[in-house]
């Protein structure tokens, strides 16, 4: 049981209790971070940082060779119990810490075999929000956004160059690259410079964009995949409309819409360069991705939304590869 409490906490998945403000004051939180500075971003490229690791059998690729670049936008992991604002100050420097040893580590590494990697730090929001079903919730949020919206501008105005991008996210993260990705890539003109946007752990729906559309299959580019993993099974309950499920999900294995069973041998639990893969299986149903994993310590965890990137993460590494080599092609 200890093992599964780190391995959660590892994630930024376990519950707070803290005393937080019942009301949301934007001018009571932490200064907003300057982009220039590089302390600002968990991942760039051209130095050395948590989004950096790769397996034993691999060899570094200089970012100087990648075509692509991937901004990836991080869950909250902001979860003290001695908050005492609702948005995190990236002052912090513990919490900036394990933010780089945990979802930065485990979700933006897939990426960095095809592109170079952009990870802002942001006033992420207090895992707490998500008990919260009022106005306070999106305050919250929209706050957070903000710093997302300005780091990819700072990004695109600085350092893309008209290259390629690739979207990722998870969690919270997804809040924000769902609302990212239709002010910046939903007409036909900014979509044709997008990769893909990998979307993963949060509710998301279709009909929010215009011309931005679900891939359907693993070469597709130019659109979005997402998913949210659950033990096989589990009927995910909607309580107070509930912002883990949407209505759309693509098979991360499989990398289709369909409802068949895909099988892989690619996940990872804690140790990416040496560690065991093990085998998963995914499908599927009622919008949700039901998963049968041999991962260790999963075998009473019905919501697996802590390994979204973990169960997948080389078949997410390969997809990468593959969308970017059609991309280029065409």
Same mark, same amino acid.
């Given at each position: ?82 908050a005492d604002t609702w948005n995190a100050d990236l002052n912090n420097t513990k919490l900036n810490d394990d933010v780089d040893k945990r979802p930065v580590k485990y979700q933006a590494s897939p990426f960095n075999k095809t592109a170079r990697v952009y990870a802002p730090r942001y006033r992420q929001g207090h895992l707490d929000l998500y008990n919260d079903t009022t106005q306070l919730r999106l305050d919250v949020l929209n706050f957070a956004y903000q710093d997302v919206k300005k780091a990819f501008e700072y990004y695109l105005k600085n350092y893309n160059n008209d290259r390629p991008i690739i979207i990722a996210s998870h969690s ?73 499920? !949407? ?8 990398? &289709?819409? %369909?409802? #068949? $069973?895909? =099988?892989? /041998? ?8 040496? !560690? ?8 599927? &149903?009622? %919008?949700? #991705? $039901?998963? =049968?994993? /041999? ?36």
């Amino acid at each position: 049981m200890k093992q599964l409490l780190i391995l959660l906490f590892m994630m930024g998945f376990l519950a707070s209790f803290a005393q937080l403000p019942n009301t949301f004051v934007a001018k009571n939180q932490a200064t907003a971070p300057n982009y220039s500075l590089e302390s600002n971003w968990a991942a760039l490229p051209f130095r050395e940082d948590a989004a950096d690791i790769i397996p034993n059998n691999e060899v570094w690729i200089s970012d100087s060779l990648k075509d692509v670049d991937v901004f990836y936008i991080h869950p909250t992991i902001y979860a003290s119990n001695k908050a005492d604002t609702w948005n995190a100050d990236l002052n912090n420097t513990k919490l900036n810490d394990d933010v780089d040893k945990r979802p930065v580590k485990y979700q933006a590494s897939p990426f960095n075999k095809t592109a170079r990697v952009y990870a802002p730090r942001y006033r992420q929001g207090h895992l707490d929000l998500y008990n919260d079903t009022t106005q306070l919730r999106l305050d919250v949020l929209n706050f957070a956004y903000q710093d997302v919206k300005k780091a990819f501008e700072y990004y695109l105005k600085n350092y893309n160059n008209d290259r390629p991008i690739i979207i990722a996210s998870h969690s919270q993260g997804t809040t924000h690259s769902r609302r990212l990705i239709k002010e910046f890539f939903d007409t036909p003109e900014a979509k044709a410079n997008l990769v893909c946007a990998y979307i993963v752990g949060f509710a998301v729906y279709p009909s929010e964009y215009k011309y931005l559309t679900p891939c359907e299959n693993e070469e597709e580019t130019n659109c979005y995949v997402t998913w949210s993993s659950f033990k096989n099974g589990y009927e995910y309950p909607d309580v107070n409309g509930d912002f883990l499920v !949407g209505n759309i999900s693509v098979n991360p294995i499989s990398w &289709k819409r %369909d409802t #068949l $069973w895909a =099988k892989s /041998k690619t996940s990872v639990l804690l140790n990416i360069p040496s !560690g065991k893969k093990y085998k998963v299986e995914a499908r599927i &149903k009622n %919008d949700l #991705l $039901w998963v =049968k994993t /041999k991962l260790p310590f999963m075998v009473f965890v019905k919501n697996l939304h802590f390994v979204d990137y973990n169960l997948f993460w080389y078949n997410i590494r390969e997809n990468v590869a593959l969308r970017t080599k059609k991309f280029l092609e065409k």
